[in-house]
């Protein structure tokens, strides 16, 4: 396979012998505090045999021999794996072996060193967990039921393409948290009350903004030229959004400025908080 690169971009490379999101995640942290630098990424899963990591070489030393010099993110745990993906001219950086050979060492024992600890289905329960989550969020997205809001430890209000059902997913998949999403329409915007389905429930609702403009462009993909995604309509709905959230009190998240991510992280704080306070 071919890669081909945009103009002055430098090739990033994850690589794992489980999904690849560990990798993932913890290099594109650091490649975060590099705004000034273009990337171009490729994910590459799943490489459980010598073979299988032989063949990644031979295409990363491709790059190389076009006159780039990629950047390697590996967290391989099968030791023949990840010693093979080792021999590529690329320079590596291996974040599986130099934590694990750190955690070795002060607990004095050898990791089990088996892919897919992190998002496998080692721990049943909380696959499970995980799993329930999701389908719950799937029942209880954009308002679509309500038969089981009572059961929801989340609920993300917030008008229209504010961001909600990314988030909710998140939380369900990573975390394990049942979380509706609740749309506010015009007819809940009308006044501050908490719409009546969530009105017993204020204490597990989170109210999410973004801009003006950031939200006519996302909903003018949807439907462009129409009064829902026009400036005046979005600046309106948000503005009576913020009332609402500010009559109940409810914690606030801003959907423009962060990832979702940071949003997610945000919402476990407050929870966390809550809980402390609770006990």
Do not use: W
Request: aromatic share 6%.
């Amino acid at each position: 396979m071919t890669e081909t690169y945009a103009g002055d971009a430098i090739p990033v490379f994850f690589l794992s012998d489980s999904t690849g999101i560990s990798a993932e995640t913890m290099g594109n942290a650091l490649l975060l505090h590099f705004p000034d630098h273009r990337f171009e990424r490729t994910v590459i899963p799943f490489i459980t045999t010598p073979d299988d990591a032989r063949e990644v070489v031979r295409r990363i030393d491709t790059t190389m021999d076009r006159g780039m010099t990629p950047l390697v993110f590996v967290t391989a745990a099968l030791d023949d794996v990840r010693h093979e993906l080792q021999r590529t001219r690329a320079p590596v950086i291996d974040f599986f072996d130099m934590h694990m050979q750190q955690v070795e060492s002060i607990l004095g024992t050898r990791g089990a060193r088996t892919p897919a600890r992190l998002h496998g289905v080692g721990d049943v329960k909380r696959y499970n967990a995980r799993m329930q989550a999701v389908e719950y969020a799937i029942e209880h997205d954009d308002g679509q039921s309500v038969r089981t809001l009572d059961k929801a430890d989340v609920i993300l209000v917030a008008p229209s393409r504010c961001g909600k059902t990314p988030t909710t997913m998140y939380l369900a998949l990573q975390h394990g948290l049942r979380v509706a999403n609740y749309p506010l329409v015009d007819e809940d915007l009308a006044s501050t009350d908490l719409p009546r389905p969530i009105l017993q429930l204020q204490d597990r609702c989170f109210g999410i903004i973004t801009t003006a403009a950031r939200l006519s462009a996302v909903r003018t993909e949807r439907r462009p030229d129409s009064t829902y995604a026009s400036l005046r309509q979005c600046a309106y709905e948000l503005k009576r959004a913020e009332a609402l959230y500010r009559t109940h009190d409810l914690p606030v998240i801003d959907s423009s400025a962060k990832s979702v991510e940071e949003m997610s992280t945000l919402i476990l704080q407050v929870l966390a908080r809550r809980a402390h306070r609770h006990d």
